[in-house]
T-cell receptor, first 115, second 112 residues
Framework: KAGVTQTPRYLIKTRGQQVTLSCSPI?????VSWYQQTPGQGLQFLFE???????NKGNFPGRFSGRQFSNSRSEMNVSTLELGDSALYLC??????????????FGPGTRLLVL | AQSVTQLGSHVSVSEGALVLLRCNYS??????LFWYVQYPNQGLQLLLK??????LVKGINGFEAEFKKSETSFHLTKPSAHMSDAAEYFC??????????FGTGTSLTVIP
């Protein structure tokens, strides 16, 4: 079974631009979560989607948004990019969000550099 | 509120020596605890997880972790380090609201 895939793997943008990242979960997984990883802040939760609905949201500004499609693929968008948005963005999928025993499986990440 | 503390951002061990990576959690309810490993330029890979079935949890690559409620700890160990174990290790707790809280990570260096 294929793992979580994220595209693109690397991205360079300039301040003020917007960016869209894509995540395809493991087949059969309906929950997708997004994380931002930076050297200074570590791994921080962005949001989680299940059945096209946002279930949880971390403490990030409204410039960060996401959505999930009927095939469970998810996209996250960052508008008006800032230098501090440079990070590795990780996507994780699980079968379902309910029940804390669910294991998340992570993709390789998209590395975003904002110049 | 849940939080995870990983003591030691960098740990160095000799090849063949014991690996001990420390993780303490704070949780108001029994947590679900995880250890993940991240190799350079890759995502996170699950090593093992504790879901209250057994306090000693065995994972992949020879790693194991013991849940100690009295110490609120979930330390990761491996009897004999290999060069391939060099990576970043993250402890995480997942609450009943299904949010993950990650520790700041411990970078493991294995000295030949």
């Amino acid at each position: 079974k294929a793992g979580v895939t994220q595209t693109p793997r690397y991205l360079i943008k300039t301040r003020g631009q917007q960016v869209t990242l894509s995540c395809s979960p493991i087949s059969g997984h309906r929950s997708v979560s997004w994380y931002q990883q930076t050297p200074g802040q570590g791994l921080q939760f962005l949001f989680e989607y299940f059945s096209e609905t946002q279930r949880n949201k971390g403490n990030f500004p409204g410039r960060f948004s996401g959505r999930q499609f009927s095939n469970s693929r998810s996209e996250m968008n960052v508008s008006t990019l800032e230098l501090g948005d440079s990070a590795l963005y990780l996507c994780a999928s699980s079968l379902a969000p309910s029940g804390a025993q669910e294991t998340q499986y992570f993709g390789p990440g998209t590395r975003l550099l904002v110049l | 509120a849940q939080s995870v503390t990983q003591l030691g951002s960098h740990v160095s061990v000799s090849e063949g020596a014991l690996v001990l990576l420390r993780c303490n959690y704070s949780s108001s309810v029994p947590p679900y605890l995880f250890w993940y490993v991240q190799y350079p330029n890759q995502g996170l890979q699950l090593l093992l997880k504790y879901t209250s079935a057994a306090t000693l949890v065995k994972g992949i690559n020879g790693f194991e972790a013991e849940f100690k409620k009295s110490e609120t700890s979930f330390h990761l160990t491996k009897p004999s380090a290999h060069m391939s174990d060099a990576a970043e290790y993250f402890c995480a707790v997942r609450n009943t609201g299904n949010q993950f809280y990650f520790g700041t990570g411990t970078s493991l260096t294995v000295i030949p």
